[in-house]
Every structure is written in structure tokens, then in C-alpha cells.
């Protein structure tokens, strides 16, 4: 309607007034929806970076004026959380890598490679999807706590490692849990992915002589990187944001090896009411880490894509 | 260098009750240092058969021998044979270096510096030195050709397998790619077998070809003992450009009776012929005469539909007078068009070059007589 088509006439200033509504029609779009969602952002760091006053009297998206204007809450916060913060990403990072090098090869190996009873394994994995957290909580809990406590077996080795303490290895049992649960979703993706490789590809290689694991480490893995990157940052927020687990796994938000999303539902409440400017304070810090990754490897990201078609 | 042989090979994909036979029976022998070209329409198993040759498909009956010893249960990684693809399948991450000396890595004790120096080597070769420290995806489609066909030659292998290698290439390239490749070969003396589905590749570059229809193989001899002396139908129509004509009609009498025509066959050429046996006439475009002076063949008027002159020779297609709209025929002539577009004409066909093939089964029971300058048996062995 808006395209105009050198065969035909048109009314040029018909023309003109159509693409002005629907400019505008755009742009008034555009601008509801930048501030449906960035409204509630903008507010939660505007109110923490207010003073418990300020918040009271200052309409909530304002940035703080003068006085109003502290640290406090931010300082305070990260104090309550660094802890928590080393212990989500003890978690988080191993789990993610593992996760994503596991469901790769997973992937790789239901897909590029051709062996009997592949399809009820591929079935298998599908399944895993499906399964509901909820479901195996309990299991899950009498599982790490009574059937094979790792965590207790580990804790002396722990104890001798530099730079970790013996109460790291209650991550160990979550860890373990945020591969097996977030292995079928991944190997999915990477299976898309793969489907969409040429088979000549692992067949040049194997005429090459190159083993099934040679084909996967020096072919298939190299090429993957940019869904490494997609399956990496999906996966890390996953087990990052993760609160089911940790919070049947590790006994109480107050234990030293509680993560931050444990932590952050009782951080700035107290008999005496919700200081929100704490809460928000921590709710932006605990979200940083996937801020910056996602940040960080969107570049890598878009470089990978970019030598891939190349 | 070797030897390949397949006895009666097969393929079947079971996918449980249904089956479907791929390959069936195919026996071929290639001599050491000789090239084979598969050749055969889409579908026709020639692929199969080559991947069955390198060892990525499995083999449901028969036997590969790669001098005198199985391959059967070979895997892949093992045979010593290099592949080139249709789709190249150069590997997108490594430069051409990387991509060359993969193979060899794989699949040679080389040292590192011996890599290097034969990858250079054959890069020098193939011409594409150059090109040795770029990707894959900056190359274009006659450079990435010639990586995979580096790549392959590399390894210097006992075999040598392409699967439409030039399918990707412009015409014009294709044709300088064809030339090259079949120095190449020569060159370096390694046994090969090609695939195609086009009958210019398999005539022009095979120093034998294998024609295969519906899995089954038709014919093996070189390229111009299946164009003069097709085994079958199928051959004979499936070999030349264009291809040749039929008249499907049946014998009666002293004549093969058609709808359009009643062409008298000798009584050599009918003695071992039942009357009313369904036959099929067929003539090389370029053995039928227009409108010159008799010789010994018999003459029926046409009329010219259409006339494509090409420089160097023209396809004139015509029709016979009660022929049905579309059945027609087509006549190739040199030089400069004598006739045009509603022209009748007089066409004639020697009984020394037309082919006789039987109607029901397809079998070739003329071939068309030789008379080449020469001695035939120089070009038909």
C-alpha cells in the first residue's frame, strides 16, 4: 500500500500522508512498548540508588535529587551478597560448561553419527524435558541427602583446595542436578544446529581417516562456536536464575553456601517493613552477572557467525 | 594404485516391511590407473554405489575388493580413499592449508614440515597457492572447487571418488574443470571413479563407462562402445546429446510398421525376427539424411517444425506427415541450415546405421553398422 511502484501513478501527496500515519502509528508503538518495559527497570534503580526518604516522597521512575541520592543501598546489599555471588557462579559456570560440552556432544552423537537404538535415546532425551522440577524435589533431596551423600563425601577434599572452603561441595549435588536437568533442552539445540550441517561435512572427514571423536573435536566443535555461545548464555541464566534446586538442596538461605537467588527473597525485609531501597539495591546486583555475560558473548557471538558464513 | 572390483552388489534400505533396492547386482572392474565414470539419471543408485565404494554406506550384499582384498567391512577412516564432493564439503573453519593437510594428519605418520611441504606441493599443481592462507567462505565456487579437488589428491590415495565434482560450475568452467581433471588423472595415474548424471562428462572423460538405470547396471564398455553399440534402449537414449530417435512399431511382414511409418528391413536383419514382435527403430540424429541425393536407405517425407541453428551444427526437429502433434523427431546437420521452419523435406535412414531394439525388453538386436576411417577395432575394442 505504502509502495509505490514506478508503472503505476500515484497521488504523491496521498502517498506521503499514508507513510506519516503509519510513521506515526510506528513510532507511538515504538515508545509504549520502550517504557512498558523499561519503565519498571529504570524504577528499580532509581529507587536504589534513593534514600529510604527520598522513596517515600519522590514519584518512583524519578532519578533521586540532591540529598536523595546514596550508595548505601547498593553498598550494603553487595556486603550481603558477595558471598552469595561467589557461590552462584562456583555453581553456575562449571554446571554451564559441562551442561553445554555434554548436550554438544549428545547432539553430535544422535545426530552426525548413525548407530542402533539412536531414536529411544533421542526419545529418552525429549522425555527429560518434559519431566517437572516439582516433581523431583523430594526425590531429588532424599537422593543427595540420604542415598549418596556427595556432598559430605566431598567436603574433606574440598577442605584441602586453595581458594575454596569445605561448604563448596554442597554445590557439587546441585551442580551435578543443573547438568542432568538442563542436558535435553540443550542437546535440542544443538541437535537444530547440527541438522542443519551438511553430513558431507563428517563424511569428508571420515574419508580423511579422522575417528568419530576426531571429527567431533576438530570439525563439529569448532564450527558450533556460535551456538556455544546461544546454548551458553541460555543455559548460565538458567542455572543462575535457578532457585527450585537450591533452595531443597542447601539447607537455608542463611548457610554460607546458600547462592544469590536464595538470599535475595529475604534480603531488606525485617520486622520493621521492606526497605526497597535494599531490595531493589540487590535484585539489580544478583541480575549483573547475566547482564554482562550476555553482554560479553553477544560479541563473540556475532564474530563467530561472522567466520562462519565468511 | 589398485585395482577396484564389485561383484554383484547390492543395496537395500529396509525401513521395517517396506524395501527398497538402491543398487542391485552391480559388477564392475576398474583397472589400475583407469578412470570409470558411473553415469546414469537422477536416482539411478550411481551415488549409492560411490558411497558404497568409499565406505559410507554399508553394503547389503556382494563384494568390494580394492586389490584383491575385501573392503567390506573397511570402515571408512581406513580404505585409503579420497572423496571429492559434490558439495565441496570443504570444512568451513580451516583455511585451505588446514583443509588440505587435515587428510593427511588424520591419516599419515607425515611430520609436520612433511605436511606442509607436500600440501604446498600439490597447492603449486592445482594452482591455488595463493589461496592457501584464506577460508572456504572467501573462495569462489571454481576455487572451492579446486581446494576439493586438492584436498583429495593430497592424500594421494589408492581411489579416487567424485561424486559430480563439476555440477556447481558455469558451463564454461565446467568445461576447462573437465579438460584439467582428465590430465590430471592421467597425470598421476590413480585409479578413479566418477559420478555424473551427464552424458558429456561420462563420454568425454571416462576412459570407461558404467551406465546404470533403476539400480541395475545397463552397460560398461568405453564411452563410443555405448554410444555406437547401446546394450539395451536405455543406453542408447540415455548416451548422446540430442538424443537419439525412436519409432516403437511392430514387425509385419518384410517391414517394421509404425504409426508413421513402414520401414522394410532386410531379410538378414528379420530372419531371426518373429512377425509381430513389437520393435523399436532407432536413429542418431546425425545419421539421418535431408534432402540429399539417395544413397541406400529408404526415404519418407517430413515436414520441418523448427530449426536451431548452433554454429557448428544445426537440430532441426520434424515430423512425419500423419505423426501425432508432438511426436517428433530430431536431425542434426553441419554447416549452414539448408531448410526452414514448414519445409518438406525428404529424410532417409540407412539401414546400416539405424538400431533395432526389442519392444517388450529393450534389448538391442541391431546395432548400427561401423565404418569408421581406420580400424574399428582401435575404437571398439
Known amino acids: 500500500m505504502s509502495q509505490s511502484t514506478p508503472d503505476t501513478n500515484i497521488d504523491v501527496a496521498s502517498v506521503v500522508e499514508d507513510v506519516n500515519l503509519r510513521r506515526i502509528g510506528h513510532y507511538t508503538l515504538i515508545i509504549f512498548f520502550l517504557g512498558f518495559f523499561l519503565l519498571p527497570l529504570v524504577t528499580g534503580i532509581m529507587t536504589a540508588l534513593k534514600t529510604n526518604e527520598a522513596i517515600a516522597r519522590t514519584v518512583p521512575f524519578m532519578p533521586p535529587l ?41 547432539a553430535f552423537g544422535l545426530t552426525m553419527v548413525k548407530w542402533r537404538g539412536q531414536l529411544v535415546i533421542l526419545i529418552l532425551f525429549l522425555i527429560g524435558i518434559f519431566v517437572p522440577y516439582q ?30 572452603q569445605s561448604y563448596h561441595a554442597d554445590l557439587v549435588p546441585l ?62 541464566t538458567q542455572i543462575y536464575n535457578e532457585f527450585l534446586f537450591s533452595f531443597t538442596l542447601v539447607s537455608s538461605a542463611s548457610s554460607p553456601e546458600a547462592p544469590v537467588t536464595l538470599i535475595i527473597p529475604a534480603i531488606g525485609t525485617s520486622t520493621s517493613g521492606i526497605d526497597f531501597g535494599i531490595r531493589m539495591s540487590a535484585a539489580f546486583l544478583a541480575a549483573l552477572p547475566t547482564i554482562i555475560l550476555y553482554v560479553a558473548f553477544a560479541e563473540q557471538f556475532a564474530k563467530g557467525l561472522e567466520t562462519e558464513s565468511g | 594404485m589398485a585395482r577396484l572390483a564389485l561383484d554383484d552388489v547390492t543395496k537395500e534400505y529396509r525401513d521395517g516391511e517396506m524395501s527398497v533396492v538402491a543398487v542391485e547386482d552391480v559388477s564392475l572392474d576398474v583397472a589400475d590407473g583407469e578412470f570409470l565414470v558411473l553415469v546414469g539419471p537422477s536416482g539411478c543408485g550411481k551415488s549409492t554405489t560411490l558411497r558404497m565404494i568409499a565406505g559410507l554406506e554399508t553394503i547389503t550384499d556382494g563384494e568390494i575388493t580394492l586389490d584383491d582384498r575385501s573392503i ?20 568451513p573453519h580451516k583455511t585451505v592449508r588446514g583443509n588440505m ?49 586438492g584436498r583429495a589428491i593430497v592424500r594421494d590415495p589408492d581411489l579416487f ?53 533403476e539400480g541395475t547396471l545397463q552397460q560398461t564398455g568405453t564411452p563410443l562402445e555405448c554410444y555406437h553399440q547401446p546394450n539395451n534402449l536405455f543406453v542408447a537414449g540415455f548416451i548422446g546429446e540430442p ?24 531379410p538378414d536383419l528379420r530372419r531371426d525376427i518373429e512377425a509381430g514382435t513389437d520393435l523399436v527403430l532407432g536413429i542418431r540424429p546425425e545419421d539421418v539424411r535431408i534432402d540429399e541425393p539417395r544413397t541406400d536407405g529408404q526415404r519418407f517425407a517430413a515436414e520441418v517444425i523448427v530449426v536451431e541453428p548452433m554454429g557448428n551444427e544445426n537440430v532441426i526437429h520434424l515430423r512425419f506427415d500423419d505423426a501425432m502433434a508432438g511426436d517428433e523427431f530430431i536431425v542434426t546437420t553441419e554447416g549452414v541450415p539448408t531448410v526452414s521452419a514448414g519445409d518438406r523435406v525428404d529424410v532417409e535412414f540407412s539401414e546400416a546405421v539405424v538400431h533395432l531394439f526389442d519392444g517388450d525388453s529393450g534389448v538391442a538386436i541391431k546395432n548400427r553398422t561401423l565404418s569408421f576411417s581406420g580400424t574399428p577395432d582401435e575404437v571398439i575394442p
Not at chain 1, 539445540?189 to 571423536?213: C, H, M, W
Request: net charge negative.
Open chain 1, 66 to 106: 540532591g540529598g536523595g541520592f546514596t550508595l548505601a543501598n547498593l553498598e550494603y546489599a553487595f556486603s550481603q551478597l558477595s558471598h552469595a555471588f561467589i557461590n552462584s557462579l562456583l555453581m553456575a559456570i562449571p554446571a554451564t560448561i559441562i551442561n553445554v560440552l555434554l548436550a554438544s556432544m549428545a
Open chain 2, 161 to 213: 571418488l567424485m561424486d559430480e565434482p563439476l555440477s556447481n560450475l558455469d558451463a564454461k568452467l565446467r568445461a576447462e574443470m573437465r579438460t584439467e581433471l582428465q590430465h590430471l588423472q592421467e597425470q598421476l595415474g590413480v585409479t578413479s571413479v566418477y559420478v555424473t548424471h551427464d552424458q558429456t562428462e561420462a563420454m568425454t572423460m571416462g576412459d570407461q563407462i558404467a551406465v546404470l538405470n
Open chain 2, 72 to 91: 567390506n567391512d573397511v570402515p571408512a577412516q581406513e580404505r585409503d580413499i579420497a572423496m571429492v564432493f559434490q558439495s565441496y564439503a570443504l570444512y
Open chain 2, 101 to 149: 593437510s587435515f587428510g593427511l594428519e588424520e591419516s599419515t605418520e607425515l611430520s609436520d614440515s612433511d605436511i606442509a611441504e607436500t600440501v604446498e606441493e600439490t597447492a603449486g599443481m592445482m594452482g591455488i597457492e595463493d589461496l592457501l592462507n584464506r577460508k572456504p567462505g572467501e573462495l569462489s565456487g571454481g576455487q572451492q572447487q579446486r581446494v576439493a579437488l
Open chain 2, 243 to 266: 538424443s537419439m530417435n525412436f519409432f516403437d512399431g511392430s514387425l509385419e511382414e518384410n517391414a517394421l510398421v509404425t504409426e508413421s511409418l513402414a520401414y522394410s528391413l532386410s
Open chain 1, 135 to 164: 516433581a523431583v524435589l523430594v526425590p531429588l533431596a532424599r537422593f543427595w541427602n540420604n542415598t549418596f551423600p556427595l556432598a559430605d563425601m566431598l567436603s574433606p577434599l574440598f577442605a584441602g583446595i586453595p581458594l575454596l
Open chain 1, 175 to 236: 551442580i551435578i542436578t543443573h547438568v542432568a536437568y538442563g542436558i535435553p533442552i540443550c542437546m535440542i539445540l544443538f541437535r537444530s544446529y547440527y541438522q542443519s550441517l551438511p553430513n558431507s561435512l563428517v563424511e569428508a572427514a571420515k574419508i580423511d581417516g579422522a575417528s568419530i571423536t576426531k571429527i567431533y573435536r576438530r570439525i563439529i566443535l569448532p564450527i558450533s562456536k556460535p551456538m556455544f555461545g546461544v546454548v551458553f548464555i541460555y543455559q548460565f
